[in-house]
């Protein structure tokens, strides 16, 4: 049972414009969420987190909204640049009574900026 | 600030025999995260250690196993290894704010080959 979903596996968007992944998950315990960046041989790169006391976070191009009565987030890179192509992990986090646990990831959104 | 480091970068095993990973955090970090990205499968937890101790492991057999030290670098034991163990091994650090979640940072994964 998968409980972090990016339903799609790839995104096409024009250099200049906005692009949005999206992310849905399905335990409502999860209290934490944050969006990687992944290069093919390389480690994740942390982008942004959110609480799941906030409904909005932002940071510079990137701005990740939270629906919690949805189960949905999203990532918002604006404006979209070349060196913005890489796959994007949603992931979520359980508070576990003394930190962070394993995060559950999603299988990623290839994100291909068009020129 | 040095980021999380991993060794080796690749490491190639025959079935049967066993593979140590290694994984030194960033500094301050003590929790220490272990993830498998397997072709197909995307990133799966493996286990999490803080101050020494296992505090958590994901659905994996025992056979993959690992510990943490006292300067809180870690290591991952992989034993009896089998093909489907072929996979990127990545690890992640991060700081336990008074029991509150943290951002878990990851490092450049080794790639395991079982021939």
């Known amino acids: 049972d998968q409980q972090v979903k990016q339903n799609s596996p790839s995104l096409s968007v024009q250099e200049g414009r906005i692009s949005i992944l999206n992310c849905d998950y399905t335990?409502?315990?999860?209290?934490?969420f944050l969006w990687y960046k992944k290069y093919p041989a390389e480690g994740p790169t942390f982008l942004i987190s959110?609480?799941?006391?906030?409904d909005k976070n932002e940071d510079g191009r990137f701005t990740v909204f939270l629906n919690k009565s949805a189960k949905h987030l999203s990532l918002h890179i604006v404006p979209s640049q070349p060196g913005d192509s890489a796959v994007y992990f949603c992931a979520a986090s359980l508070y576990s009574g003394g930190g962070a646990d394993g995060l559950t990831f999603g299988k990623g959104t290839h994100l291909i900026i068009q020129p | 600030e040095a980021g999380v480091t991993q060794s080796p970068t690749h490491l190639i095993k025959t079935r049967g025999q066993q593979a140590t990973l290694r994984c030194s955090p960033i500094s301050g970090h003590t929790s220490v995260y272990w993830y498998q990205q397997a072709l197909g499968l995307g990133l799966q937890f493996l286990l999490w250690?803080?101050?020494?101790?296992?505090?958590n492991r994901g659905n994996f057999p025992p056979r993959f196993s690992g510990r943490q030290f006292p300067n809180y670098s870690s290591e991952l034991n992989v034993n009896a290894l089998e093909l489907e163990d072929s996979a990127l091994y990545l690890c992640a650090s991060s700081r336990l704010a008074g029991g509150t979640t943290d951002t878990q940072y990851f490092g450049p994964g080794t790639r395991l080959t079982v021939l």
């Open positions: 959110i609480s799941s006391i906030k």
């Open positions: 250690y803080d101050e020494g101790e296992e505090r």
């Open positions: 335990n409502s315990m999860f209290d934490y």
